[in-house]
C-alpha cells in the first residue's frame, strides 16, 4: 500500500472525508480499453466510500487473471496470490486477522475453475469473505480459451468445434453448496454494483457476488448488448415482494439464466453463524494473531525488514 | 439537422469506415451509451433532433438502460460496446497459444469514431443543448464532445 496515498490520506482526512480519491494508484490499468473491469473497480471504489472504509481499513485478496491485476489498481491492502487459490489465502488471512474487511477478487476460470475446490468448501464454511467473480465466460488473459462459465458450443482456441461441457451457473452452484449470501450485478451498472458491494460486506458470512463481465477482446457472444437486452433487476422478473430470504423464491432466481432473463439483484440471503463464531481456539487460548502481543517491538520489526529488503 | 442519409455519410466518412452499414453500427453503439449518461429529458429533447430512426437508439431498451443515468458510467464503460464491436485479435499465438490481441490499441480508433458521431449530432443541434450534453457527460468525456465540435468549426 503506498504511504502517500493510503494510510497518510485516511489519517489525515478520516471517514467522514473519505472520498474514492483516496484509493487511486498512479498505476495505469493494462485491461483492453472498454473492458467490464473498469466499471468494477470504480464500484468497489465507491462501495468503500460507502462505508467509510480507509485504505488501510481493507484488505483485498486475488487471484491471476486480467481482473485479478485490481489490487494494483485500487490503493488499499492488496494481495495477489496464484491462481485458483485467492480464497485459501483469504480464509487464512480472516483467521489471522476476523477484524479488517475481506474483498476475494477471481474471475470465473480462477474461481469456478481451477480453483473449484476451494469454493465449494468456502460456500459450507461460511467465513466471512465477499468473494467478487469478475465473470466474463471466458480465460481472457491466457488469451481466449473457454472457461467453465463459457456456453455450451462457444467456439474459441481451445475449443474449435464448440465448448462440449455444459456451463456452471455460479449462482445455483453457490445455493446448493450452501452460500449464505447470493448476488449478481454488471459492470455495465456500476451504481448497482457498488450498492451490492456495499450489502456483500455487509453481510455476516461468506458473499458471492457473480458479475457480468464484458470481455470485449476475446468474448463476442457475451457482449454489452448481449447482457443489456438479457439482464433485468431481480424484482423485475420475480415481482416487487421478492423477498431474498425465502429459499423457494430464491432457489428459482438463481437458476434463471439467458434468454428468458437474467436477474440482477440479491437474489438470496440467510444468517447462519460464521466459521470465524466457531473457531474453538479463539475463545480458549488463543487470540487471532492480529490481535497478539506482538513478540517484536516496531523498530525490531522494522529493523528486521530492512535486514530482509 | 441532418437527415440519415447525410448523417451515415457524415459518420462514415469522419470515422473513415468502409460502408454505411458499419457507420450504422457505430452510431448505435455510440448513441446508445450517451443515452445511458443523459438524464431523460436531455436524452428526449436530443433524440428530436435527430433522424427518426437514429433517435431509437437513444430510447431505453429495457434491462439496463435504465430511467436515469448511472453517475458511475466513465469513458471505458462508454466505448465498451463499441470495442465488443472492433476486430480486436490477430491470428493464433503459436507460443503459447490463444489469439493474438490487438486491441489494446483500440482506445485510439473508439476516440476517432466516437467524435465522428459526437461531429454528426452536433451538426443537428443548436449550441444551448449541446452545452447540456456536455455538462452531462463525465470528465474524461466531456473533451472528446468539446474537440467534436471544434473539428467542426475548423472543417
Known sequence: MSERNGRADAGRNGVATLTVQAFHTE????????CGDYGILTALKKAFVELGLAPHQVMIISGIGCGSKITDYINANGFMTI????????????????????????????????GGNHLLHTLRRNINL?????NNQIYALTKGQYSPTSEQGFVTP??????PERPILPTALAFVGGATWIGRGSAGRPQQLAELIVDAIRHPGYALLDVLQPCVTFNKLNTYDWYDERSRDVTE???????????EQAWAMVQRWGDEGIPLGVLYREHLPTYEDGVVAYKRH?????????PLSAEQFDALKAELL | MLDQTQFLQQVQESAALPDAEQAQRLCAHVLHSLSLLL???????????????????????????????DPLVDGQLFIGPLVNDFDTTYGYDQSIGGLDLVSTY???????????????????IDASLARRVEQALPDDLDHWWRSAQAYRRSV
Request: include cysteine; glycine fraction near 10%; aromatic fraction near 4%.
Open chain 2, 39 to 69: 438524464p431523460p429529458d436531455l436524452r428526449e429533447q436530443l433524440a428530436q433532433r435527430l433522424p427518426d430512426a437514429l433517435a431509437a437508439d437513444m430510447r431505453p431498451r429495457g434491462g439496463i438502460s435504465g430511467a436515469d443515468p
Open chain 1, 27 to 34: 498505476h495505469r490499468p493494462t485491461w483492453c480499453p472498454g
Open chain 1, 158 to 163: 481451445t475449443s474449435p468445434d464448440g465448448a
Open chain 1, 237 to 247: 422478473l420475480a415481482g416487487a415482494d421478492y423477498d431474498p430470504s425465502d429459499r
Open chain 1, 286 to 294: 488463543r487470540p487471532p494473531i492480529a490481535f497478539m502481543e506482538q
Open chain 1, 130 to 134: 465477499t468473494h467478487i467473480v469478475e
Open chain 2, 106 to 124: 483500440a482506445d485510439d480508433d473508439a476516440k476517432r469514431q466516437v467524435q465522428a458521431v459526437f461531429q454528426a449530432v452536433q451538426a443537428c
Open chain 1, 83 to 114: 491462481h485458483g487459490r485467492a480464497l485459501a489465502v483469504a480464509t487464512g488471512f480472516r483467521l489471522a486477522n476476523p477484524a479488517m474487511p475481506t474483498i476475494v477478487v477471481t474471475g470465473d476460470g480462477d474461481g469456478y475453475g481451477i
